[in-house]
């Protein structure tokens, strides 16, 4: 446990904060960009002692796609898109940050009752890594841009990769480098599928988008 | 081996993204599916040594899957031919300037399509639980632009649709993944590949296991079409062209199924068969259910076809449940992605001749289109489990695993299903097919033999399936049950 590594997890919850409250896209882009680039520095942060080139390496792909390519390839599909930066939510902001709250209650309670662990790392991670899950699956439901369900696919990513890092940290590279590999195209193809939907719709709401069904 | 196994689609996709005339790229995908149909058909020989430290190796089971999907590809790529030369594309003439790349697309489609092969592969071959993961993801992702081909509004919506439900889906497998891991944690030397947790079952977590078997379920589960997260799949396998839609139905479905049943074997190894096979089999009568209540009055023969494809993912999750059927659920996986093969690619020839998905607006199929119209009505038969097709015999002998585990009522749920089911279909097919040809379906087109000799082909073997099941068939359906996790 060390100082770095209690203030990361801070940063991560804060970041999920401010996506619940901010109310432009391109906010949103930057701060699931910070949060991205935060969890990539997370596994070099937790091992400080025992640094080796396989860590460093894997840290920094992960940080680099999380933080420069994502909100690039996001960014330019938002600009493809036109000038459609509001959110435009379903639950209204203040709504969506009192459910954080309780989001965040929730994961301290489950997290600290996770029957495990050795490492104190993962004890302090694992809530958080829930709590990030929860609002990645809550941005998902609860806002009408397709853009921001790939937001939210994201957050909800980067949770599952911290509760990777608290409690499976011996994946092979290979895997690891094969995940990052997947989340890349899914992103790559999101942002296709949402230039588009632009094209077709003129719109971007997901909601609306609703021809088909029985 | 295993490398061109991999290694032929990939790299013919590759080169068909970028091949520009319109012969040689179909060409190329023909005999990349033909390539890669006898290489499969080699591994029946002798299977390939594991490659990459066991992470990849073909056992009895993904040999078997991995066989389905060659031969339903086969099939499509050869219909997918005629599909290409007369659907020309509609916007073809109107340059698309594409988000990146320029690309004529029929070319990013049998690029895609041999991409689908390749990651569907690669599914089948791995053992290792992450990069089982990030096969399955890969087919996702390799198949969503497939279902965009006709670049419509609800194509588009459809695809965006199946994008982001797998993909959600997918992510919590990936978050069983890592619980898989936690239970294992008093072991720290074990590989995470299926023979490994299989051998050292007792020594894992069972509460973990039980929660990664949950997150599992609904992830794969989702991909499979498991109610009631099946809802990205009618819309998807009815928007997407049909040669499209054959491989969703036939082969993708399978490679989820797949994967599901490596987590399965490595709960029955741990004792956990009832937990993990009690689940299969509640969510498999229930996606029965619900396809049953769908089929019925359905308008859209498609999503009727789509619908059938939720129903049958049930009996093959019921079958594999109840351990003593797993076997019959093998054999059945078998049956019915020949015969859904065949039912979407014609189909997709009722389509092109009529211009309509809608039930009400076809009839007289026998007159208009004798051929199709005849292997129309040859594959609801098969699909249904009307004698003497492959599914009969693999729903019957579902139907006496159940009888012989004792679960007599839900063997009386599971043929009562299978009887609505049978009359929803009926009525749609049936009206269909008889009768003096519907104002759609005057002046139809001559059907190509492109499009036309695949389903035969497929048709013929359901009806060899049904009369006589191979002996090398017979050994590997045991020998992938006892693999997954079966009795």
Partial sequence: ???????????????????????????????????????GLLPVLAHLDSLNARLLFQAGISTFLKAAVFPWLLGKALREA????????????????????????????????????????????????????????????????????????????????????????????????????????????????????????????????????? | MTWALLG???????????????????????????????????????LPAPVLLGYLELDAAGRLFMSITSVLFLAAAVYAVGFLKESRHAKESEQEDGFFFDNAPEAAFTGGLLFFLATMTLA????????????????????????????????????????????????????GNFFLAVAARNNPDLLMTAKELVGNARTLDPVWLKAAFLLFLTGYGTKMGLAPLHTWLPDAHSEAPSVVSALLSGALLNCAFLALLRVHAVLSAAGLAD?????????????????????????????????????HMGILAFGAGLGTAAPAAMLHAVNHSLTKGLLFLTAGNILAASRTKSVHEIRGLLRALPFSGGLWLLGFLAITGSPPFGPFISELWILKGALDARRGLLAGLY????????????????????????????????????????????????????????RPLREAVQEAAVLLGGR
């Fill in chain 2, 275 to 311: 937990f993990s096979g009690g689940l299969l089999m509640i969510f498999g009568l229930l996606s029965m259910a619900v396809a049953a209540a769908f089929i019925v009055g359905q308008a859209d023969f498609k999503r009727m076809l789509a619908y059938s494809s939720v129903e």
């Fill in chain 2, 8 to 46: 032929v689609p990939m790299f013919c996709g590759a080169v068909a993204f970028f091949l520009r005339p319109h012969g040689p790229r179909r060409f190329l995908l023909v005999a990349a599916a033909l390539a890669h149909a006898a290489l499969t058909l080699q591994t029946w020989r002798c």
């Fill in chain 2, 415 to 470: 043929l009562a299903l299978l009887a609505i089911v049978f009359t929803g279909m009926s009525s749609a097919v049936l009206k269909m097919s008889q009768g003096e040809p519907s104002e759609k379906l005057q002046a139809v087109p001559k059907t190509s033999l492109w499009r036309l000799l695949p389903p035969a082909a497929l048709a013929a073997a359901v009806l060899v399936l049904g009369l006589w099941i191979p």
């Fill in chain 1, 82 to 214: 036109g000038l459609q930066r509001e959110v435009e939510p379903f639950v209204g902001f203040t709504t969506s940050l009192a459910a954080g709250v309780l989001f965040l209650g929730a994961a301290l309670w489950i997290g600290v009752r996770l029957p495990l662990t050795d490492s104190k790392a993962a004890a302090a991670l694992a809530p958080a890594a829930l709590f990030t899950i929860f609002v990645g699956l809550f941005i998902m439901v609860s806002r009408r841009k397709a853009l921001s369900q790939v937001l939210g696919y994201l957050i909800l990513e980067n949770g599952i990769y911290a509760f990777g890092m608290a409690f499976a940290e011996k994946q092979p590279l290979l895997v690891e480098l094969g995940i990052l590999l997947d989340v890349f195209m899914a992103v790559f193809v999101m942002g296709i599928a949402i230039y588009h939907i632009s094209r077709e719709f003129d719109h971007l709401d997901a909601d609306r988008m609703s021809t088909l069904k029985d």
């Fill in chain 2, 124 to 175: 089948a071959l791995s053992q290792h639980f992450g990069l089982l993961w990030v096969a399955v993801e890969a087919t996702t992702l390799a198949s969503a632009p497939l279902i965009h081909y006709h670049r419509q509004r609800s194509s588009l919506e459809a695809a965006w649709k199946y994008l982001l439900i797998c993909s959600v889906g997918i992510a919590l497998a990936l978050l």
């Fill in chain 1, 1 to 39: 446990m060390n100082f770095w590594l209690d203030a990361l997890i801070v940063l991560v919850i804060l970041a999920n904060l401010r996506v619940l409250g901010a109310s432009r896209l391109d906010a949103c882009i930057k701060t699931v960009a910070f949060q991205g680039a935060l969890l």
